[in-house]
């Protein structure tokens, strides 16, 4: 038995490198009938297989130095009771900043793993039912076995040794059972992957698509907005959470997972009380019941996987009687969004830009925050729209070379994926004038400069897609490696701040120097002139 798990341990490993393979194939814009790309997509395969694991690694460091580097230079707070709650949010950040991260890392993955066309040539060989199911799980642990377990030995090494040991094993416990259930929010979204990917045959269908994908963008946003705010406006949400009635702080602090973080934080100060002690301990033991709930719901996700048959939506073959020709530029269009609709890795592009503001939005309404708190995070919402424009050349995977053969110029290629990202912005700046109009109307004109700003996104994302489809052309490389070029990133960056961020700067400064709204209102018009001069001297 022995021998035999250590080799379904390798047929797993073949299989979780397939699954690196199609990751990458995913990604790149190469068909996979090239030979020289095959050649590179699977040496990048076996490379990826250790750089992954060790920026994981790498990450989980970095993030426990930075918690107890924190808790360990505390100000001197005004009271017992902020310095536990300011230790608490600490712990809290960094629960939540794992939880991101293993989202982040693992969902594409995951994805495609969780696909039952990967299992098909295992179905052929002499195993069992059991086998396959354990060869299905042993690759599935491969994705994130360096994270998790490496995250989970680390915490309780180091936060023994710097902390105290009791801190340490209640934050390694807390750590795990959000790992599990964030594994099983990621393997339950993944589970959707074929449906994403099946045509929309009906607008109900779409509709429903498209709620779900903003729901998709919600979970990402928050797990990556909840540490950023935690780290960056810590003393405006103690002196906030410290403001709100008895009652209401009682509640917020008994609810997982601030309530693991805070009862870690109690052990480590010493501040004991015996019926605080008796609810959180309850609270934590619900915590572990629902971590446990999702280990077992993840179990019956991935054990199923190769016995799993591919959807087959039926719908009427409708022969039309006569074929109308329409422009071609408007069929790019529909294909680039059909094509990112049915990726839910791509799809979020579409309403990450409104959704993170949404964040912010009841995060500063709920805690009563300064205004120039939601008007600063208007700058890195949109300087995340300009870079992700690159990204979106994902969504042809291994068509891009069908494409580039078609009667179709490059610049209507780009000029098409740029639009899809313009319209994320303009949704972005729709729902940042309707907020500002309604709560904050002093602040409305930065909602007014977004939306007057659509040209310049639109020609911004142009130039970074259309430099990105030119220099895979010319040089023959994958998109996943443009990452790594220093001068394409240099040249990204220069744009994505020249055409989005600098209208947003030059009306910050015109609002400190306390100059007329007008002024702003014709600056940024003026920009845009000067965006439209460019687009149109674009060769």
Not at 10 to 16: A, D, I, N
Not at 90 to 104: E, K
Not at 445 to 456: A, F, H, K, S
């Amino acid at each position: 038995m022995k021998r035999r798990l250590k080799e379904l341990w390798k047929y797993s490993g073949v299989l979780y490198r397939e699954m690196l393979y199609r990751t990458i194939m995913l990604q790149q814009t190469y068909a996979s009938t090239d030979p020289e790309a095959v050649k590179k997509v699977s040496r990048s395969a076996t490379q990826m297989l250790y750089i992954h694991k060790i920026l994981m690694l790498m990450m989980v460091i970095i993030m426990i130095l930075s918690t107890v580097f924190f808790i360990s230079y505390l100000p001197i707070p005004t009271s017992p009771e902020i310095k536990t709650l300011s230790i608490a949010l600490a712990f809290l950040s960094y629960i939540s900043l794992n939880a991101f991260l293993l989202f982040f890392l693992s969902i594409v993955q995951t994805s495609i793993l969780l696909s039952p066309d990967l299992y098909q040539p295992l179905l052929m060989l002499n195993f069992s039912d059991e086998e396959l199911s354990i060869i299905a799980l042993l690759a599935y642990l491969r994705i994130f076995d360096a994270y998790v377990f490496g995250s989970l030995i680390l915490t309780v090494i180091t936060f023994t040794f710097m902390v105290n040991p009791l801190t340490a094993m209640l934050l390694a416990i807390s750590l795990g059972a959000t790992h599990l259930i964030t594994l099983w929010v990621i393997t339950a979204i993944s589970k959707s992957y074929l449906r994403f990917s099946a045509p929309e045959l009906s607008k109900v269908r779409l509709l429903i698509k498209i709620l779900v994908i903003i729901g998709y963008t919600l979970v990402f946003a928050l797990l990556y907005v909840i540490p950023f705010m935690i780290n960056n406006v810590l003393p405006i949400i103690i002196k906030e959470f410290s403001s709100l009635p008895q009652i209401y702080r009682t509640i917020l602090l008994y609810l997982p997972p601030l309530s693991i973080a805070y009862l870690a934080a109690i052990v480590y100060v010493g501040t004991i009380n015996a019926q605080s002690l008796v609810y959180l301990s309850l609270s934590f033991a619900i915590y572990l019941i629902i971590s446990w709930r999702c280990y077992k719901g993840i179990l019956k996700i991935i054990l199923a996987v190769p016995y799993t048959s591919w959807p087959t939506p039926q719908s009427k073959t409708v022969i039309p009687k006569e074929f109308r020709v329409g422009k071609y530029f408007q069929g790019l269009l529909i294909k680039d969004f059909k094509l990112l609709i049915r990726q839910v890795n791509y799809a979020i592009l579409l309403f990450l830009g409104p959704v993170l503001f949404a964040v912010y939005a009841i995060i500063y309404h709920v805690m009563e925050m300064p205004p120039t708190m939601l008007v600063s995070m208007m700058y890195p919402i949109v300087l995340v729209l300009s870079m992700s424009a690159v990204n979106i050349l994902g969504i042809e995977g291994r068509a891009a070379e069908f494409l580039l053969s078609l009667p179709v110029s490059l610049k209507d290629i780009a000029k098409s994926k740029a639009v899809l990202i313009t319209f994320s912005y303009i949704i972005f700046g729709l729902s940042a004038t309707g907020y500002f109009a309604i709560f904050l109307k002093d602040q409305i004109v930065y909602g007014i400069v977004i939306l007057i700003n659509t040209l310049g996104m639109f020609v911004g994302s142009y130039k970074i897609i259309r430099k990105a489809i030119r220099y895979i052309i010319e040089t023959g490389v994958l998109l996943t490696d443009l990452s790594k070029n220093i001068s394409f990133l240099l040249y990204v960056t220069g744009i994505a701040i020249l055409f989005g961020i600098l209208p947003l700067v030059i009306t910050s400064i015109i609002m400190i120097l306390a100059r007329p709204i007008q002024e702003i209102l014709l600056t940024a018009i003026a920009l845009q002139l000067g965006y439209f001069i460019t687009y149109k001297l674009s060769k």
